[in-house]
């Protein structure tokens, strides 16, 4: 046996399978396992069945832009990115919760889209093959394709429907004929309306284009792709873009690009951009910076009280996914579990039967008003974006359905030296096939992760294999530890950040136990001196009680608003060197099936404080900005529950020291 631990596996270049890199793109070190592969259970399964029977899962019923007479289906209606944005995810779900009846509607959809191109190679709603603009100008919109193909490559995944191959090959040949000038054109003053967006994103289509280069080896794909990349809007000012999804896409486009290029610097590129925004707008926990749908700079909006589009979540998860596979760095999954386990269930009811547009880290009252003009970037009153619906939000109640069932599929990746590698810890069970000779194991992995952190893997297949078991670090981690069929491996001392990686003949009914103490830490604001409570995984927001009230919708599929039914404006007494000797630490015995509530939530940390009189909502109903450090008060000192991020969605998260 060989235990080592490493910051990322080798690579080297494979040519069977679309997943790896063939020459001359730069081979990768993980691969993505195909739909299937990985099975929730616990806590997970349970998300992905309130979405089977909640918005996403009946969407089709609910939505005005999914029923049949969208351009999808051939009609010369309207048929862009919120079909797609639904399909790619509810496909995914049906597979994942094998519903039958779910199954049979994406089907009937996947199966539309296969039959829908024509003898050009184009595919899809008519309307956006030819779009008019002035001077006798016209231009195909290919932002709509560029996510259905997420759709339809997961549909290969699971199927192998060579239709799939076929369907992309025409059409990129029909994108290779499109002429120069109006080849995702930039100017508005020739085309009106969203066909802009594409220059935006023009980067979306170059991951499809390296899938199929992986599978034909064809070298005109490589040059689409540097003409794709090479029609991405440069940035107009300093920063890389303005707009929350537009910067969740964008900043990984280099990073995609380099598998290409080789040139260090674009992975460089990714980063600086990420950081550029983070450490900017990025003052507040779980990896969010605060935009409402568009950063506004000059406008003074660095505060937690601003809030992130629900699309950013999953376009921001689906790029870290990406880049993990591509660099090999355990960061991405560190990243992605502090984004999705700390915001995305506060994004959405206990229920999954609704979401709202913005979800920000400083939030006590999510009501139906639109007086929120600090959320509004044009300064007026502008439609309510806090209030939970299954009937608004256009983009976000559609692409809301990538963010669970895309975290199942990425919890494992396959590594290139034939092993696997647990990449985001949760409740799941994973097949596939691993060694020099490809034969199939299973790995079920028990565990409550984030809420504990605790991992048992339960190993099982026919034959003995030799693999290399890749156990991820997470940087909040020190004093990792791993047990081997109940026999503690001291021969390594893992830092945070790398994986540990065993190498050995496993057999069937071996044992991986992993300890990952989760130790109380801070973290601290320097705009204002404030800090957030984090513990393990998870950061925490002071317990405030719910109260909900219907505000519109009918029925069956209500809307709803959450109102404060207890106080919230409270300062931290906290000593910030040792803040684990003032914080007590309360677990429940048990998961409760939906964990993401204020009273499911299985832990909680009960701390110090004093109530700040006057730190109370504004006029226009947001909470006022947190007062600097330290605020001195003369309330009395009480004690403070604190609950985990994603469990609140009233949440005061950013606080300030009250001595």
Known sequence: MDVACVSAPPTRAQTDSPCWNRAPLKPNPFAKLPLGAIKPKGWLKNQLDFMADGMTGRLHELSGFLQEDNGWFGTEEQGWEEQPYWLRGFHDLAVLTGRTDLYQEASHW???????????GYFGAPVHKDVPGQGGLRT???????????????????????????LMTRFFEFCANIPNAVFIPHRHDFFDGKVHVQANRAGDMIPHLYWLFNRTGDSKLLQLAERFYQRIRPP????????????????AYPAIYYQQTGQQWHLK????????????????????????????????????????????????A????????????????????ELILNHFPASQTPELKGLHYLTASNCPQLDYSSRHDFWNERGQNFNPQLFY????????QHNVAMGWPWYVQNMWQASADNGLATWLYGPSEVTAKVGQEQRPITIETDTGYPFETRVRMNIHMETATAFPLYLRVPRWCRNFRVWLNDTAVDNVQPEP???????????????????MPAEIGLTEWPRN????????PLSYSVYIEENWQKCGGDAAWPEWEVLPASPWNYGLSIDRENPSESIDVVENDEIPAQPWTPEGAPIRLRAKGRRIWNWTLQENQMVAPVPESPVHTDEPLESIDLIPMGCARLRLSCLPETP
């Open 236 to 251: 107009t000012t300093e920063w890389l873009d303005h707009h929350i999804v537009n910067f969740t896409q964008r900043f």
């Open 529 to 536: 001196g404030s800090m957030t409570v984090n513990r393990g």
């Open 389 to 396: 619906s299954p009937h608004q939000y256009r983009c976000c």
């Open 110 to 120: 996947i199966e539309t889209v296969l039959n829908s191109q024509n003898e050009s």
């Open 140 to 166: 195909c919109d290919l932002w709509p394709h560029m996510i259905m193909l997420d759709a339809l490559r997961h549909h290969w995944e699971y199927t192998e429907d060579q239709r799939v191959e076929k």
């Open 269 to 316: 590129q990714t980063e600086y951009w990420y950081r550029q925004h983070l450490d900017t707008w990025g003052q507040q926990p779980g990896g969010i910076f605060g935009a409402d749908e568009r950063i506004a700079p000059g406008g003074g909006r660095v505060d937690p009280r601003q809030g992130f589009e629900t699309c950013g979540f999953t376009e921001f």
């Open 318 to 337: 689906k790029n870290f996914y990406m880049l993990g596979r591509i660099t090999g760095d355990p960061i991405y999954a560190d990243r992605c579990e």
């Open 497 to 515: 950040g790398g994986f540990v990686r065993i190498q050995r003949e496993w057999t069937s009914g071996d044992t991986v136990d992993i300890e």
